[in-house]
């Protein structure tokens, strides 16, 4: 039976090659090939058409207002444009209001890929029952007169909540492993011919960044101090001691600021669902400085991500052309010039506020050594 069978493939083979030769038209066998064509990295790519399951339970999920439509579209054309055209990856728009039907009409318009629009739920998005509103009210007021960014947002400050603790647990991402996060009006400018979240899966890489900078120390003056208090008393949380050189200059005593900037951030879902993380959440949030001060997601974040995560675990995208404003990462080997349009010279990477990137690439391997500051 099977040599029958190997015997009639290898006569149908030999049948072929021999035409081929005949007609010298290569083309004759395209069609043959053509459903086992594969990508570089070796995945066939009928995974990579739109409406399919894909090789990594991936989605883009962007946090985004009615009213940022246009620049929704802006970022979506470049994104579809420089990768998703050719990897078809789903999204999930998410929004604290119902998305308008011309919001979901034009979006859907722009992608050939799965889409999906969710409302966040009301307890995600609205103060915990033990903030105290006067009091955070009578803050806000305090920060505007230091000139605070955004000093009088409550919306600014439930998003930034939002993005610390429960954009991970929407039920729309429930069958979801990695998440791209994008925002309205950014900017891609180079072409990305390979699977992001497929070098993250097979990489074990938790936490994709592009630019990392110095937060604003007036949004987060008690942030550095409930974290510290948050790790004595869970010591497990930290896996990581050499995280603490990348976020503090004097031995773990006081916060540099560095954080990944998190407009940006290809990640591993299950490293914010994981009961570390939660607990470290539940922490800061019990604290209050979500709404008392300014907390953004992106220290909530980093501080998290340098300290649980090794170092190789977490991924620099330096190819990545990027731009949020004022803000910019952009490739800096002459073979990227052939798929950019940005400029290497303007990268944040060169400036002393976004030096927090270098400063990461630079820390040891495998140091287990505890600072002096850190008890
Ligand atoms: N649905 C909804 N999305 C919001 C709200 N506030 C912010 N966002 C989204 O959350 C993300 C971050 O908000 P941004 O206003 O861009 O904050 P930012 O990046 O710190 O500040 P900018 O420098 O102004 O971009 C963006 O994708 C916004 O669209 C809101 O009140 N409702
Ligand atoms: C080559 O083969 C393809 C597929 O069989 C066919 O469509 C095409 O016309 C052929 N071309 C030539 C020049 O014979
Ligand atoms: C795409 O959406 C359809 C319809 O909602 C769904 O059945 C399918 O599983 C989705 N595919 C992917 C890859 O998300
Ligand atoms: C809430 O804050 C206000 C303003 O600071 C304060 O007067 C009030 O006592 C606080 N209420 C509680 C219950 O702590
Ligand atoms: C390990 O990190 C500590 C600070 O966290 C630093 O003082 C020490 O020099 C590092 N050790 C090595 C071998 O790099
Ligand atoms: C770090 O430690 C891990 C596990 O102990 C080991 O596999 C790896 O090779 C080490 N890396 C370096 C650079 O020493
Ligand atoms: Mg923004």
Redesign the pocket.
């Known amino acids: 039976m099977t040599f029958k069978f190997a015997a009639l493939n290898l006569f149908i083979g030999l049948l072929l090659a021999l035409l081929m030769r005949r007609s010298g038209n290569t083309s004759a066998l395209a069609p043959a090939l053509a459903h086992r064509a594969v990508t570089a990295d070796g995945i066939d790519t009928d995974m990579y058409l739109p409406h399919v399951a894909k090789p990594v339970r991936a989605a883009f999920v962007?946090?985004?207002?009615?009213s940022?439509l246009v620049g929704?579209k802006k970022a979506m054309r470049q994104i579809e444009d420089r990768f998703n055209g050719k990897f078809n990856y789903p999204y999930v728009f998410?929004?604290?209001?119902p998305f308008t039907d011309e919001f979901k009409a034009e979006t859907t318009a722009m992608t050939k890929a799965n889409i999906t629009f969710g409302e966040?739920p009301q307890e995600h998005w609205s103060y915990p029952e033990w903030i105290n509103q006067t009091y955070a009210g009578e803050c806000r007021q305090q920060m505007q007169e230091q000139g605070v960014?955004?000093a009088l947002s409550e919306?600014?400050r439930?998003?930034c909540r939002f993005?610390s603790g429960f954009f991970f647990r929407h039920p729309l991402l429930d069958d979801i492993d990695y998440y791209w996060r994008?925002?309205?009006?950014v900017e891609y400018s180079c072409d990305i011919d390979y699977d992001p979240f497929l070098l993250m899966q097979r990489k074990g890489i938790k936490y994709g960044y592009t630019i990392a900078l110095h937060e604003y120390p007036e949004t987060i003056p008690t942030l550095w101090d409930t974290a510290k208090a948050f790790v004595k008393s869970n010591p497990g949380f930290v896996r990581h001691l050499a995280g603490y050189s990348w976020l503090s200059n004097d031995g773990g005593e006081t916060y540099n600021g560095c954080h990944f900037w998190s407009?940006f951030e290809i990640g591993s879902l299950a490293f914010f669902r994981s009961p570390e993380y939660l607990a470290y959440f539940d922490y800061l949030d019990r604290a209050g400085g979500f709404f008392y001060e300014r907390w953004?997601d992106a220290p909530v974040h980093a501080i998290a991500a340098a300290l649980m995560l090794q170092k190789e675990e977490v991924h620099w995208f330096e190819d990545i052309g990027y731009y949020?404003?004022p803000w910019s990462n952009c490739p800096l080997s002459p073979e990227s010039r052939l798929r950019c349009h940005c400029d290497p010279a303007k990268s944040a990477v060169h400036h002393y506020w976004a030096s927090c990137t270098q400063k990461w690439l630079a820390l040891p391997d495998n140091n287990t050594t505890l600072p002096a500051g850190v008890e």
Do not use: Q
Request: no cysteine; proline share 4%; net charge negative.
């Open positions: 962007v946090l985004v207002r009615n940022e929704m998410l929004n604290d209001v966040v960014f955004y919306s600014y439930h998003m993005n994008i925002e309205p009006d407009n953004g949020h404003n």
